[in-house]
């Protein structure tokens, strides 16, 4: 009786990978949570160095989009602080 071959997504094997290799987890565990074996999740963290684990091409950020992003965090930081002072300045009691 033959047991049929599985096979995973590389996504799947980066998470896994990705979860092994924070701080404090046993493999062990993370490798039954998962349903494979751990021998097979230790060969997974030796294959995927940290950088494949870490990058996608989808997460990937353009210079211009990031630029684009940085200037918008600012914009949006400016009318934070504009209405904080509004916010203190209404807040205030007229005696």
């Known amino acids: 009786m033959s047991r049929e ?4 997504s590389e996504e ?3 998470e896994a990978v990705k979860l092994a290799s924070q701080p404090g987890a046993n493999k062990s565990a993370i490798a039954r949570d998962l349903g494979i ?10 294959g995927l160095d940290e950088s494949e684990v870490n990058t996608k091409a989808s997460d990937k950020v353009s210079v ?9 965090l600012a ?3 400016t009318e934070r602080d504009i209405l904080k002072k509004a916010l203190g300045y209404f807040a205030a009691d007229p005696k």
């Open 5 to 8: 071959r599985r096979f995973f």
């Open 12 to 14: 799947f094997k980066r």
């Open 37 to 46: 074996g751990a021998n097979l999740l230790g060969r997974w963290c030796r």
């Open 64 to 72: 211009a989009e990031y630029e684009r992003m940085r200037r918008e």
């Open 75 to 77: 914009k949006v930081k």
